[in-house]
């Protein structure tokens, strides 16, 4: 008998360990397996593949939703957090999801919500580059 559901587990074990709102879409992104699918062995294997696929397709329209609704001041907080988990310059970090686009969206994204992010992901690059520079003129 299981004790969670497909989405519960996904959040609870998987995207627990994972730094950042920015990490954990990227990393959902990554799971999207054509045009309307998604593939998740374990969660396949012990859940189904349906309550698999609606999980991730779920989660990827949550953390989307989360990250256009966030003020821009706290996703600064996310990128530095995300670009710390795997080790990069938060600038760079956010020009590597810059430059992934339309795959960061969810399958049927909300109307807008490509230009939405795009805006989003600009104007923290703009941030951080600033706020790069502003470091490197304190440092001199």
């Excluded at 966030?70 to 938060?90: C, M, N, Q, W, Y």
Aim: charged content about 20%; overall charge positive.
């Amino acid at each position: 008998m299981r004790l969670h559901s497909a989405f519960e587990d996904l959040h609870r074990t998987t995207l627990r360990v994972i730094s950042g709102c920015f990490g954990r879409l990227e990393y959902v992104a990554t799971l999207k397996n054509g045009p309307r699918n998604y593939a998740h062995w374990g969660l396949c294997r012990v859940y189904g593949d349906v309550s698999a696929v609606n999980a991730l397709a779920e989660t990827h329209r949550s953390l989307v939703s989360q990250v256009l609704s966030t003020p821009i001041r706290e996703l600064v907080k996310e990128v530095d957090e995300s670009s710390g988990g795997v080790g990069v310059a938060p600038a760079t970090y956010v020009e590597k999801l810059r430059s992934e686009g339309t795959n960061l969206l969810p399958t049927e994204p909300a109307a807008g919500s490509a230009r939405h992010l795009d805006s989003v992901l600009h104007a923290l690059s703009c941030l951080l580059k600033t706020r790069e520079q502003g470091a490197t003129r304190r440092a001199s």
